[in-house]
């Protein structure tokens, strides 16, 4: 087991590993670097060989990229290493996947069988056009199904594979796009590691939040950071509560108030006493919120979708009259036709560039 200097720069290193750093092994260096004092976070790379180390201001960055390999326990990485491989998901993976599983079954599987398929996969869409329409609403769900619907009734079960196809994956795009964010934003919380003062009988004494107990009393000054839910046994100070509330006014916090973690203590000084040791445990209940609330369908994407919703009528309005002016059903059926395929390319774009900057940017 060796590692490689590649290079290094500003508070930064990146090496590469003599072996393949699963996603059990990068956990496991995780843990090791949020130890680290001088080390601020880890970055791995998609090929499972490079990691860049960041070095926090002041420290040394050769000394505690050494101090930092020296402690990875070969034993430990060894075992690690005999664990079946996990993967994890990507937006390539996901794209790929699911072509190179399309290709497959395009390929190798009878149209018989293809066609029963894609009749089958259709039932799902009639299926929520149709709980759609007892709602007396019309949606693009109703839109998605009609498209689908009239390319079987004219022998184009392609298209209507094709169709469901491109659909499922943006659905499967924007699902990860959500979990990835609120997952990296849940890491990125948890390992944030911060000293905090902590109140021993007379004395104060320096020590890591990750050792901070229920009922510990914490001393907070000016412009500090409040990491823990807590009651103040002391003290008088102005809390700015904007993270969780909006208000940029700050509150005034006395004796016995509540204090809530992820607030900043703008002026004066408190003694709280700790009630939960959760870090961050206000943002994470946010997250927690995010990821089961309905609500979470403010995106400028689904904004789009909404705005389509309320022009499906009109576009089989704009249908029947084209039916009755011209006579032609192959002009009647393409109005709807041509907005879904106008429709569906927002839809997928949108969706796929979401996901890609959901990733990249958490």
Known sequence: MSFKVLHRGYQHIRLSSS??????IQDYLRSLARDEKGIESIQFYMDQQHFTLRIKEGFSVLDNAEAFLKRIDKGKVSELMTLPIRREESAYSIVSGAAIKRILFRSFVPYPIRYIWTCYQALGYIREAYQTLARKELTMEVLDCSAILLSLFMNQSK????????????????????????TDLEQSLLAKESDVFLVQGDT???????DVQIGDVLILSQGNEILFDGQVVSGLGMVNESSLTGESFPVEKRESDLVCANTVLETGELRIRVTDNQMNSRILQLIELMKKSEENKKTKQRYFIKMADKVVKYNFLGAGLTYLLTGSFSKAISFPIGRFLLRFENLYSCSLFDSYQGGFES
């Open 204 to 210: 104060v004494v320096s020590i890591k939040s990750s």
């Open 159 to 182: 298209t209507a594979s094709n169709i469901m196809f491109m659909l499922d994956l943006g659905n499967h795009l924007d699902q990860w796009s959500l979990k990835k964010t609120a």
């Open 19 to 24: 072996f393949s750093l699963t996603l059990d």
